[in-house]
């Protein structure tokens, strides 16, 4: 039998055909009067699938790019900073604040496990410079309660950066409202096309921070950029064929709601959602144990396998079978859990196709008394009632 290669990690995610397309035939230069104007097109609707009034800038890096230039633009060496952590990429702002000179405190949750709002309003103290977060914890698949925590943050001194990287696309965030200062995108997460952009709010509180912040930087000067990017400039040389990408991507998003960008984000965010809840429905259903129960996200789903198994298996099987790719677990988390993505271009059939899929290997590869039909029946019973609504 034949074999369609089907990526269902959470990053990179499946491609939109049309931003392929766009991309190839991006061979403009970056100093003409067609970049700027697509430059700042993509800008402006980035504005509107972040959905804030605050500067929103464009870098030509991968997500991490734009975390370290967080830090690197608003610290100082010997800055308190307090980061929240329960994952693999929490533990990356920790590394990061760590390598700006910055002492760190944190609030730390067991994987697959969210914060406590009391433990993190004990733990934010007044000269704290900056809280780090995430929105959602790929490596664990778990949610992470950012309106809860800029309730805490608003009015203080400190300021709130939130790695957004797959809670965009998949999360409502009201980042004006709430006072979120810094919101992280990535270009490979919700916005399906190929690594190597990174997108970011930054308020007004953050640029004032930003003139006496005393950390080295160069290539992610961020005042640099926005003095660029305000006329549709680019410091450097941006990804030019990755920005014709987002723009043909953002149309589509915006398409699906007839042309209303924010409607159309919208529409994503619920498509994540209740993709999620199906694919979570459907493994229950089948036996599995979900590794995030409590606070699960809608950018990916995390999995354990029965005891004595090792999720490598499913990995392996699952490409070697049907050509589905999902991801491992991170760290110690490897061998123990998959993660499944619904973040960017899937579609409820794809949900159906990966549980169809999971179905076989769930019986044949881990041993699990499946009755074929019965994880697809429990998503289908989840998307019909969404459906609905
Ligand atoms: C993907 C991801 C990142 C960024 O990783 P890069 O490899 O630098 O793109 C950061 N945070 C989260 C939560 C992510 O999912």
Redesign the pocket.
């Given at each position: 039998m034949i074999h369609k290669t089907r990526l269902f990690t959470?990053?990179p995610t499946p491609l939109l055909p049309a931003a392929q397309f766009a991309m190839a035939a991006a061979d403009i230069h970056h100093r003409t009067p067609e970049f700027r104007a697509l430059f700042q097109k993509v800008l402006a609707q980035l504005k509107v699938f972040v959905g804030t009034q605050n500067d929103v800038l464009l870098l030509s890096c991968?997500?991490?790019?734009a975390?370290e230039a967080s830090v690197s633009n608003l610290t100082s060496p010997g800055d308190r900073v307090l980061v929240l952590t329960a994952g693999k990429?929490g533990e990356?702002w920790t590394d990061l604040a760590k390598a700006f000179g910055c002492q760190v405190d944190v609030v730390e949750k067991p994987y697959g496990q969210t914060f406590d709002l009391a433990e993190v309003k004990a733990a934010l103290k007044p000269e704290h410079k900056a809280i780090f977060m995430?929105a959602?914890?790929?490596s664990t698949a778990v949610t992470h309660d950012v309106e809860g925590v800029a309730k805490l943050v608003k009015g203080t001194g400190t300021l709130l950066v939130v790695?957004g990287?797959?809670g965009l696309g998949t999360q409502t965030f009201d980042v004006d409202g709430w006072g979120v200062d810094v919101l992280i995108g990535?270009s490979?997460?919700a916005l399906m096309i190929p690594?190597g952009l990174?997108y970011l709010s930054v308020s007004e509180k953050a640029w004032a921070a930003m003139e006496t912040s005393k950390n080295p930087r160069y290539y992610f000067d961020l005042r640099k950029e926005r003095k660029n990017q305000v006329k549709g400039e680019t410091a450097y040389t941006p990804a030019v064929a990755l920005v014709a990408g987002m723009g043909a991507s953002l149309d589509y998003i915006a398409g699906q709601a007839g042309g209303d960008l924010e409607k159309g984000r919208i529409a994503l965010i619920d498509n994540a959602q209740v993709n999620a809840k199906a694919t979570r429905a459907g493994l229950v259903a089948l036996g599995f144990t979900l590794f995030a129960p409590t606070s699960p996200s809608a950018?990916a789903t995390a999995v354990l396998v029965p005891e004595g198994k090792d999720s490598s298996d499913v990995v392996k099987e699952l490409k070697a079978r049907f050509s589905l790719v999902v991801a491992n677990g991170q760290g110690t988390m490897k061998g123990k859990i998959f993660r499944v993505a619904h973040l960017g271009f899937f579609d409820y059939l794809d949900t159906v196709a990966f549980m169809g899929a999971i179905e076989h290997i769930a019986r044949d590869v881990l041993g699990l008394p499946v009755v074929y039909g019965q994880g697809v029946a429990a998503a289908q019973e989840v998307y019909a009632k969404a459906a609905k609504n």
């Open positions: 959470p990053g991968s997500g991490t790019g975390m990429f990356r995430q959602s914890e790929t790695d990287i797959t990535g490979q997460k690594p990174a950018a």
